[in-house]
């Protein structure tokens, strides 16, 4: 029964850059270019940063959907550790006996755990469980008492579940089953390189082929292709095909707007974000000329926002209800778990 004294680092916004931000926060370590807590911001930036991706999905007996990827996503994860010179200490079982002592092991270290759990199996996430439908998302896990979990994530307040419900979620999947990490400071001497390589990823994902997938689903590309799709009634991934009138098209529309303006975020496509990464850029590298590049993330962000708006317009009651319903279920979550 181990709860880490004094936990109160609630600030992480997306699962892969908000858990390492709450976990170096909590540990007291501090960025060198500022004193204060590394930002979720400089994460991204570090991570790869910005993107655009465009995918659309339509799967027998479920809703189509439209599907926007904002930031890298090409192990953005593993990439920030390790360009910030982060030791991952990383344990794995296949045994729920064997997880549990890990994670208990952990805290009574005073380490706050980062695990790896399906979202669909844990009940604050409010989503209908289906064995077709998994996500092991980074969590990360701050206590253990009286039968309860205490958990960060995304929400500024803690969020609890039953061990029994978070030892099912962290088993839902072979690949990430019980899996956990536990992370030491960055190496400050790494922090230039990193985000000139975070930069640099973030460039060539806008205007050369990815690492892996379709070059016209990624960086500038992509725009092309959803307008395509859009306008043109030829072809297998047009709107008029995937997303015809009635509930395909609801399903399209409010898929777009939720990555854009709630998955992992609040809003702007995390242009802002970025472009807060880009002034502390600025200021690690010596460039003052980054803070230009971020005031046009700024504007970019808020483009963002109103192509959202667009997608779920105030001309159509019906779909401006649904926008409004669905933004003050974030914010309310964010706000009270």
Known sequence: M???????????????????????????????????????????????????GY???????????????????????????SRLGVVQHDEQTGSAKKARENLQAALEAGLPAIVWADMWSLPYNALEFDESWWAMLPILVYGLADGQAHIADRARVPLHVSEDTLAAARARTKKAKHRLITIEPPNPEKLAAAVQLGIWDCIKLYTEAPPKGSAKNFGLAAFTTWADG???????????????????????????????????????????????????AAIILERPGLREAAQHFRESGQAWDRLAYTLLPDSVPALAEMRDLMLANHRAFLAEG
């Open 230 to 280: 859009l306008v043109k009634a030829s072809g297998r991934s047009s709107w008029e095909k995937v997303f015809p009138p009635g509930r395909p098209m609801l399903a399209g529309l409010s898929s777009a707007f939720s990555d854009v303006m709630i998955f992992g975020k609040d809003g702007q496509a995390e242009r802002d974000r970025y472009a807060d990464f880009l002034d502390e």
């Open 2 to 52: 181990t709860v880490l004294t004094g936990y109160d680092t609630f600030d992480g916004l997306h699962w892969e850059t908000g858990t390492i931000c709450n976990a170096l926060a909590y540990q007291g370590v501090q960025a060198p270019h500022t004193g204060e807590p590394y930002t979720e911001a400089l994460l991204l930036g570090v991570s790869g940063g910005a993107m655009m």
């Open 55 to 81: 995918f659309t999905f339509s799967y027998e007996g479920y809703d189509p959907q439209a599907r926007i990827m904002t930031r890298h996503t090409f192990d953005p994860m593993p990439t920030l550790l």
